[in-house]
């Protein structure tokens, strides 16, 4: 009988060391997904060919990265500019050699927190599979994919704090702003942070020390009942968030991710969901490995999120979320 050899942290770091010369857009504004989905493999059991397999399919559409430029980052003119990815992958690379890597981490998180929506959430995604791989150079990709697309969503202070289903009413009466259908979701999310009601409702979430899983299974829910493309990426992000929480610098700071997550469920256009729609019908170890089979980075990201976040908070709705994005 033949032995399927499994994906390891070895080939990981070996593909991830030759996907430092790929750029993290292409076609503009779309995010490169391979890194994410490339560990999310591993962590699911993938074996070593279908790993290779996967990302020589990935690598196809990508673009190159272009070199970084020689002058240094200044905050206040480079963060959110999408241009400064390079010299912001240098930043960081250079910080995490002189700090090591859970020190750059975690000064890089003050300054990254509060625009947790950045490019539709894919720089803190990003940076939570990095820090899962430990690998530094993807590390250091992440926070600057992050970084040069940086979106703070400013709120005010009018009102007192609402529980998770106040505060959902109350986002659910604001008047959608005006962009075509065809906007992508970051474009969508910055159409909401122009809004003078979005900034007096976001900031009122009432926060304790069960908002990130009350958020997460929000999305979990929400998901497995709409299939929305946006929610799913809100369910990615709240993982992200907790795979970083012990770099949080206080867990203030996380504030910005329930901002950034009003944004995105608006921007979804879904229907909030409490409760689940449906009972189970498909076991873990049946969904992972079709996960794996999977040539879609984000339902393979979408599952690796769920299944890592179930076994943090059990709750069935992680798996109803996966059944969801795995049809029978």
């Given at each position: 009988m033949k032995t399927i050899a499994p994906a390891s942290i070895a080939q990981l770091h070996h593909l991830l060391d030759a996907g430092q010369a790929l750029s993290a857009t292409y076609r503009g504004q779309m995010s490169n997904h391979l890194p994410m989905a490339q560990q999310a493999l591993l962590e699911l059991g993938?074996?070593?060919?279908?790993?290779?397999?996967?990302?020589?399919?990935?690598?196809?559409?990508?673009?190159?990265?272009?070199?970084?430029?020689?002058?240094?980052?200044?905050?206040?003119?480079?963060?959110?500019?999408?241009d400064s990815d390079a010299a912001w992958r240098a930043h960081f690379t250079a910080r995490i050699a002189e700090l090591g890597s859970g020190a750059a981490l975690l000064e890089a998180l003050a300054l990254l927190l509060p625009g947790t929506g950045a490019i539709a959430f894919h720089g803190l995604i990003r940076t939570g599979h990095a820090v899962l791989a430990g690998h530094e150079g993807e590390l250091a990709a992440g926070l600057a994919h992050w970084a040069s697309h940086f979106?703070?969503?400013?709120?005010?202070?009018?009102?007192?704090?609402?529980?998770?289903?106040?505060?959902?009413?109350?986002?659910?009466t604001l008047p959608r702003p005006a962009y075509p259908?065809?906007?992508?979701?970051?474009?969508?999310?910055?159409?909401?942070?122009?809004?003078?009601?979005?900034?007096?409702?976001?900031?009122?979430?009432?926060?304790?020390?069960?908002?990130?899983?009350?958020?997460?299974?929000?999305?979990?829910?929400?998901?497995?009942?709409?299939?929305?493309?946006?929610?799913?990426?809100?369910?990615?992000?709240?993982h992200a968030m907790s795979v970083l929480q012990p770099w949080w610098p206080t867990p203030d700071l996380a504030r910005g991710f329930s901002v950034a997550?009003?944004?995105?469920l608006l921007a979804s256009g879904?229907?909030?969901?409490?409760?689940?729609?449906?009972?189970?019908?498909?076991?873990w170890p049946a969904l992972v490995a079709a996960a794996c089979a999977q040539d879609d980075a984000h339902v393979i990201k979408?599952?690796?999120?769920?299944?890592?976040?179930?076994?943090?908070?059990?709750?069935?709705?992680?798996?109803?979320?996966?059944?969801?994005?795995?049809?029978?």
């Open positions: 993938a074996s070593a060919a279908r790993l290779q397999a996967f990302t020589e399919a990935g690598e196809a559409p990508l673009e190159p990265r272009i070199a970084a430029r020689p002058a240094r980052i200044t905050i206040e003119s480079d963060l959110g500019r999408a979106m703070p969503l400013a709120t005010t202070d009018d009102g007192p704090p609402l529980d998770l289903p106040d505060w959902l009413q109350a986002l659910a259908s065809s906007t992508l979701i970051s474009g969508r999310m910055q159409a909401w942070r122009g809004s003078p009601d979005f900034a007096a409702i976001a900031g009122r979430l009432r926060h304790g020390p069960d908002t990130l899983r009350e958020l997460a299974l929000l999305a979990a829910r929400t998901y497995a009942a709409t299939r929305n493309f946006t929610v799913l990426h809100l369910l990615t992000a709240s997550a009003a944004a995105g879904a229907t909030p969901a409490l409760t689940l729609d449906r009972p189970l019908s498909r076991p979408l599952t690796h999120a769920a299944w890592r976040l179930g076994r943090r908070w059990p709750d069935p709705a992680w798996r109803r979320a996966v059944e969801r994005a795995i049809p029978v």
